[in-house]
């Protein structure tokens, strides 16, 4: 494994596992923009299907964490 998709694995942990709100916010974002750029490397050549999969799972749960800090009376 490389040591960029390491990155945005790290970064969705750090993420998971924050607990104050505005922090837990900032690296979700960072997370996401790791992933996105994983995304974007993987559609120009490496066409890592189980690795597309678990991108799109790490945006799913970022957006609960995202969800759950930005509307917190809704869950």
Same mark, same amino acid.
């Given at each position: 494994?490389?040591?960029?998709? !390491?990155?945005? +694995?790290?970064?969705? *942990?750090?993420?998971? %596992? =924050? @607990?104050?709100?505005?922090?837990?916010?900032?690296?979700? !974002?960072?997370? +996401?923009?790791?992933? *996105?750029?994983?995304? %974007? =490397? @993987?559609?120009?050549?490496?066409?890592?299907?189980?690795?597309?999969?678990?991108?799109?799972?790490?945006?799913?749960?970022?957006?609960?964490?995202?969800?759950?800090?930005?509307?917190?009376?809704?869950?």
């Amino acid at each position: 494994m490389s040591g960029r998709g !390491q990155n945005w +694995r790290e970064a969705c *942990q750090s993420a998971r %596992v =924050e @607990l104050d709100p505005a922090t837990q916010l900032r690296s979700c !974002q960072k997370a +996401r923009r790791l992933i *996105q750029r994983r995304m %974007v =490397e @993987l559609a120009s050549g490496d066409g890592n299907v189980e690795q597309r999969s678990e991108l799109e799972e790490a945006l799913r749960d970022l957006w609960v964490i995202e969800q759950r800090i930005q509307k917190p009376d809704i869950q």
